[in-house]
């Protein structure tokens, strides 16, 4: 084995060993995916029942008509 090729497969087991820069990127956007995956939806479905309450159900649990409408237009991925 030459120099060139003794440096090239140590090269090859130092990236094996430890995760490239890449890979921990992907793995934040499979994380960021989970959370669309599951919380967006949730909370679109969440905002979209609570429009449909009328006014004495939104006395009752201390929200007005324009607090409803507020939240039902923020974006699924906003709090």
């Given amino acids: 084995m030459s120099t060139y090729e003794s440096c090239i ?7 094996s060993a ?4 890449f890979m921990r990127i992907l793995t934040a956007i499979a ?3 989970a959370s669309v995956t599951w919380e967006w939806p949730e909370r679109a479905r969440q905002r979209r029942q ?3 309450l009328d006014d ?3 006395g009752d649990i201390g929200l007005s008509r324009s607090d ?3 939240e039902f ?3 699924p991925w906003r709090q």
């Fill in 73 to 75: 237009r923020k974006a």
């Fill in 56 to 58: 004495r159900m939104l």
């Fill in 50 to 52: 609570l429009a449909r």
């Fill in 31 to 33: 994380r960021l995916g």
């Fill in 18 to 21: 430890r995760p490239t820069r």
């Fill in 9 to 15: 497969s140590l090269d090859a087991k130092q990236q």
């Fill in 68 to 70: 409803v409408d507020t």
